[in-house]
Nanobody
Framework: QVQVVESGGGLVQAGGSLRLSCAAS????????QGWYHQAPGKQREWVAT???????NCADSVKGRFTIFRDNAKNTVYLQMNSLKPEDTGVYFC?????????????WGPGTQVTVSS
């Protein structure tokens, strides 16, 4: 079992920055990747960025140049640095942890953290 908890959301003006954190606990040795997802009000959850256990990042084209995903293995934490925020970045941001156990992939989700960008 893996648990993940997001933090760092809040209210920010357009053009501002926020850093989200995703702390993992439990069987963290089994995590091979973690990702961030954005769910805008009334819309489906969308992928934002992923980082592998080895630290290889990948971001959606819509956030490249503005968002950066990185990790601190010593703290078992993955971060999403969000710069040049836009009102359309408003929503709940979720983090997941992906593990493979017994040949099957499992994904563990956090409860999310709210980000509100005012214009």
């Amino acid at each position: 079992q893996v648990q993940v908890v997001e933090s760092g959301g809040g209210l920010v003006q357009a053009g501002g920055s926020l850093r989200l954190s995703c702390a993992a606990s439990g069987s963290i040795f089994s995590i091979y990747a973690q990702g961030w997802y954005h769910q805008a009000p009334g819309k489906q959850r969308e992928w934002v960025a992923t980082i592998t256990r080895g630290g290889s990042p990948n971001c959606a084209d819509s956030v490249k140049g503005r968002f950066t995903i990185f990790r601190d293995n010593a703290k078992n934490t993955v971060y999403l640095q969000m710069n040049s925020l836009k009102p359309e970045d408003t929503g709940v941001y979720f983090c997941d942890a992906r593990v493979v156990q017994g040949g099957s992939e499992y994904r563990y989700w956090g409860p999310g953290t709210q980000v509100t960008v005012s214009s």
